[in-house]
T-cell receptor, first 113, second 118 residues
Framework: AQTVTQSQPEMSVQEAETVTLSCTYD???????LFWYKQPPSRQMILVIR??????QNATENRFSVNFQKAAKSFSLKISDSQLGDAAMYFC??????????FGQGTRLTINP | GAVVSQHPSRVICKSGTSVKIECRSL??????MFWYRQFPKQSLMLMAT?????????EQGVEKDKFLINHASLTLSTLTVTSAHPEDSSFYIC??????????????FGPGTRLTVL
């Protein structure tokens, strides 16, 4: 079974600085999707970024980018120019085929003003 | 685009009563919707997968007679917690995947429903 591991329960960063959240996963498949979701205090899950495993190019969405290392099964999220509104729980997630979305344990990100 | 709504956002009920939670995809059609439960400071736990026009698929350990799921149209799925008890108090979140287009693999989440059973 696929597993997703986020080894950092909590992270903090100074406003305007850059922070990287780690995520590793385990699968024997070659075709799959990876996601980062953000859950602010409102608890609304918001899609941050999506990566297709067959694409070598790292996905980017404005200040958010990923470092996708397929061989290492690593999918880290980099947040540049951190803003107070970035404070949230961040969940890494894996999807293969029609199977269910598998979430990591989450990383709580605090932004220090 | 890809907006999912849930209603109600909060509900308080007495033990033994039933509660219905609605999940709607507002600007897309969703063949598949998902229901999750989230305990405080934990990740999301998938309860069941809801397919339009067919029976839901429940995860191991989830009582299908207690958590009734109906997916009557491509934009609406409902979760009914029957004979609710205090241990059913939790945060319930639905998600939906577009049935066409370039992001059929992506789940879009509703804002969640906080259920409190007294």
């Amino acid at each position: 079974a696929q597993t997703v591991t986020q080894s950092q329960p909590e992270m903090s960063v100074q406003e305007a600085e850059t922070v990287t959240l780690s995520c590793t996963y385990d699968t024997s498949e070659s075709d799959y999707y990876l996601f980062w979701y953000k859950q602010p205090p409102s608890r609304q899950m918001i899609l941050v970024i999506r990566q297709e495993a067959y694409k070598q190019q790292n996905a980017t969405e404005n200040r958010f980018s990923v470092n996708f290392q397929k061989a290492a099964k690593s999918f880290s999220l980099k947040i540049s120019d951190s803003q107070l509104g970035d404070a949230a729980m961040y969940f890494c997630a894996f999807l293969q085929g029609a199977q269910k979305l598998v979430f990591g344990q989450g990383t709580r990100l605090t932004i220090n003003p | 685009g890809a907006v999912v709504s849930q209603h109600p956002s909060r509900v308080i009920c007495k033990s033994g009563t039933s509660v219905k939670i609605e999940c709607r995809s507002l600007d897309f059609q969703a063949t598949t919707m998902f229901w999750y439960r989230q305990f405080p400071k934990q990740s999301l736990m998938l309860m069941a997968t809801s397919n339009e026009g067919s029976k839901a698929t429940y995860e191991q350990g989830v009582e299908k007679d207690k958590f009734l799921i109906n997916h009557a149209s491509l934009t609406l799925s409902t979760l009914t917690v029957t004979s609710a008890h205090p241990e059913d108090s939790s945060f319930y979140i639905c998600s939906a995947s577009p049935h066409s287009g370039g992001t059929t693999d992506t789940q879009y989440f509703g804002p969640g429903t906080r259920l409190t059973v007294l």
